[in-house]
Nanobody, 123 residues
Framework: VQLQASGGGLVQAGDSLRLSCAAS????????MGWFRQAPGKEREFVAG?????????YYTDSVKGRFTISRDNAKNTVYLQMNSMKPEDTAVYYC????????????????WGQGTQVTVSS
């Protein structure tokens, strides 16, 4: 599966942004889909995941719970990350990825990766 992330940009603290991850080759509904982020000088960190259909259960890292929402549109074969109440510490390159392992949070468990999209939150 090929993944294409988009939607990054420069926003102010408190603003919202929606990232998209368009897939081709395979259907995203068959995979665990995740969003990761990597800030300069830091390791790649798990942000959010969504289980394959029909479960579609979602899970998040603690720092984004209540602010970020991961979702999937099977008809568009696209996964989204809605980011609200953004903070400067959300600044990072964001990546989408696909895994065959339920509940995946570790980047090594993800097989397919999109290119990153830069998100910058100013204070």
């Amino acid at each position: 599966v090929q993944l294409q992330a988009s939607g990054g940009g420069l926003v102010q603290a408190g603003d919202s942004l929606r990232l998209s991850c368009a897939a081709s080759g395979r259907t995203v509904s068959s995979y665990v889909m995740g969003w990761f982020r990597q800030a300069p000088g830091k390791e790649r960190e798990f942000v959010a995941g969504i289980s394959p259909s029909p479960s579609s259960s979602t899970y998040y890292t603690d720092s984004v719970k209540g602010r970020f929402t991961i979702s999937r549109d099977n008809a568009k074969n696209t996964v989204y990350l809605q980011m609200n109440s953004m903070k400067p510490e959300d600044t990072a390159v964001y990546y989408c990825a696909a895994s065959g392992i339920l509940g995946s949070r570790y980047h090594g468990q993800y097989t397919y990766w999109g290119q990153g999209t830069q998100v910058t939150v100013s204070s």
